[in-house]
């Protein structure tokens, strides 16, 4: 739309619509393809300036002294190797980095030189980094990063597209406004030749705004969304559609919102209903199940404790229903009497990532703080940009675990190893045998226990191995018992299930930090390709829980956890901290504040109007005399009755 706009009133008039496309030769830049980037190579990870070529000044991998690569740069007759790379000339300096490939005599051979960043472009650009040994992967991830297009400043778009403007603001200054901006702009905007187009648009500028994006620009990446801001974005696209009679199924719409964003979003799905739609809302969030007409309550437990109705009706009945979910749906977190004092401090100066406003704050160590604000406000610029990467820091968080469909907990966590090695020692025989992905594995689905076939067009299809059944192992390996239990039959217990199989030594002790993240009901040989976001990070929780004296750093850890999981997690929280651990906690979830010793509020608002510390101290201060949105929804949940 905001192209259509752009082909009818910008001035000069460069062509219809596809003109301002990137993605369409007629609007690209021709410098990236209409991609924005172009890749560049950091000089200083590839030289050290400070000294000189028998010095050691060249970083990149082969060229160490009196290697041979090394030998044809100092002997080329181009440079003195003993004059520091910082007093060359400016011809030496091309001549280092940029030469062209040149033939010259060296002794009584010929040889090829060439600049060092011609050999870096053509050794390690466009190479799968995966495939690089580890030290040149390393230089790569160090010396090549992806910079803005000299070409097109990032706009992805050619100079003619770029010099169309409307009230002086071309579509590469548009999409780059935060959406609340550029409704106001467009509201400007008034000419009866595409009325209805203006009008489509601003409605929809309205409900990104109404569901809480509004500090999102248009050309924001949708790799870059967090899955909650890219199901509201799918949302909006519904909200403008005139079909009724239509069932929408939500999976969890409110996962990364603040309170009061979940407000909104309940209007929003309201709104779908009055339309004369269904929605069907997945949710754990007693906010938004109080909106519904109908609830629809699973259990009694999780996994092979669960997969029953356990209560359908209206919400007055579900809170009488004795059910789990009725029981916890008035349940309230109180605020600590005491807070543990703290250890230290650790210090955030001038920060201002994104848009964060010159932030300056101080993280209390060895007690449990939560980062909190609205969505947009820049929680995660500050802990992820500021405080990640910090020595003794680990980061738990929601992105995929690196593994093939092979990998489950068990072999994750490392916990199949010792149960191996007791399969192994009570039937006299090799571990590797208990292994999948080793000599034990069926031959016919190569352990997966799974035979995939390609369908060409459609998508490739699964189906249980017939020779092993499903069980992944020989039927050799099946014969040999733990205990009662053959290998397949272990990997399909539950983890609490495990943890009483294997109460002590090395996998007892893995088996119980996985039950005490809440992890009890999956199964330990269950596809880590099944895992929510939630679970994946609390996996990797349980991983590095081992490491004593750590700040750990949990990235909204409520994510897909019921009501009575919330308690199991504060639990585990205080564990941590009372083990000798800092925790910081990035997270909206009232039980989660009222549970801090300590509490670092973003905002006022999201983008442009957040980045900004609106408040630091105890969670009872801020309902005392908070005056933010976080306090108000605080105050509200600790003050009900």
Not at 135 to 164: M, Q, S, T, V, Y
Not at 546 to 558: I, K, M
């Amino acid at each position: 739309m905001l192209r259509i706009i752009f082909s009818r009133l910008a001035e000069p008039h460069v062509g219809s619509a596809s003109a301002f496309s990137f993605n369409m030769a007629e609007g690209m830049c021709p410098e990236c393809e209409g991609l924005g980037k172009a890749t560049e190579i950091d000089v200083d990870e590839v030289v050290d300036r400070e000294l000189s070529l028998n010095e050691g000044a060249i970083k990149a991998p082969g060229y160490a002294v009196d290697s041979w690569p090394w030998q044809i740069v100092a002997g080329s007759g181009l440079f003195d190797p003993d004059v520091k790379l910082r007093d060359f000339t400016e011809q030496q300096w091309a001549d280092l980095l940029h030469k062209p490939a040149t033939k010259f005599k060296y002794g009584n051979n010929n040889f090829t030189y060439e600049g060092l960043l011609v050999r870096v472009r053509r050794g390690y650009l466009g190479k799968d980094r995966e495939s690089m040994q580890p030290g040149a992967r390393a230089f790569a991830d160090r010396a090549i990063r992806l910079a803005p297009c000299p070409a097109c400043g990032g706009a992805r778009l050619n100079e003619a597209a770029l010099a169309a403007k409307i009230d002086g603001r071309n579509i590469a200054d548009c999409s780059a406004m935060q959406v609340n901006d550029l409704a106001d702009f467009i509201r400007g905007i008034d000419d009866p030749r595409i009325g209805p187009v203006l009008e489509s648009l601003r409605s929809t500028l309205d409900s990104l705004v109404e569901i809480g994006l509004g500090y999102l620009s248009l050309d924001r990446e949708s790799a870059t969304l967090s899955g909650g801001e890219a199901q509201r974005v799918k949302m909006v696209r519904h909200l403008n559609s005139s079909l009724t009679d239509v069932t929408y199924v939500f999976d969890e719409p409110t996962a990364g919102l603040h309170p009061h964003d979940i407000q909104r979003m309940n209007r929003l799905l309201l709104a779908l209903c009055d339309k004369g739609n269904t929605v069907l809302v997945v949710e754990h969030k007693p906010e938004t199940i109080a909106i519904a007409d109908h609830v629809v309550d699973l259990g009694p437990g999780a996994g092979t404790a669960g997969g029953q109705i356990c209560y359908s009706g209206n919400l007055s009945g579900l809170r009488a229903s004795g059910t789990l979910t009725g029981r916890y749906l008035d349940h309230r977190v109180r605020l600590r009497e005491s807070f543990r004092r703290p250890a230290g401090q650790l210090p955030i100066r001038n920060a201002t990532l994104h848009n964060l406003r010159d932030v300056s704050v101080d993280i209390p160590l060895g007690v449990l703080t939560v980062v909190t604000g609205v969505a947009g406000s820049g929680k995660s610029s500050l802990i992820h940009g500021h405080v990640a990467g910090r020595d003794g820091v680990v980061v738990a968080d929601q992105s995929p675990i690196r593994g093939s469909r092979r990998s489950n907990p068990a072999t994750y966590t490392g916990v199949l190893d010792p149960i191996r090695t007791a399969f192994a020692k009570a039937n006299g025989v090799k571990a590797g045998l208990f292994s999948a992905n080793s000599e034990g594995a069926c031959p016919a689905c190569k352990g997966i226990g799974l035979i995939y076939t390609d369908l060409a067009m459609m998508a490739e299809v699964a189906s249980v191995c017939e020779t092993c059944e499903g069980k992944r192992f020989t039927a050799e390996v099946l014969t040999y018992r733990l205990r009662g239990k053959n290998i397949s039959e272990v990997l399909e217990m539950p983890i609490s299930e495990a943890r009483d199989f294997f109460p002590t030594g090395q996998a007892g002790t893995i088996l119980d930090r996985l039950v005490s993240v809440g992890l009890g009901y999956l199964g330990l040989g269950q596809p880590l390709t099944t895992l929510s976001g939630g679970e994946r990070q609390r996996l990797k929780l349980a991983i590095n829980m081992a490491r004593n004296g750590t700040t750990y750093v949990l990235d909204e850890p409520t994510t897909g956890l019921h009501l009575a999981d919330v308690d199991q997690l504060l639990s585990l929280l205080d564990r941590l901290v009372d083990d000798g651990n800092t925790v910081i906690v990035i997270e909206h979830h009232q039980a989660v504040m009222a549970h801090a010793d300590w509490i670092i509020d973003l905002g006022p608002g999201a983008g442009h109007d957040g980045g900004q510390v609106v408040f630091s101290g105890t969670p009872a201060d801020l309902v005392a005399n908070g005056s933010s949105l976080t306090a108000i929804h605080l105050r509200d949940y600790v003050n009900r009755p």
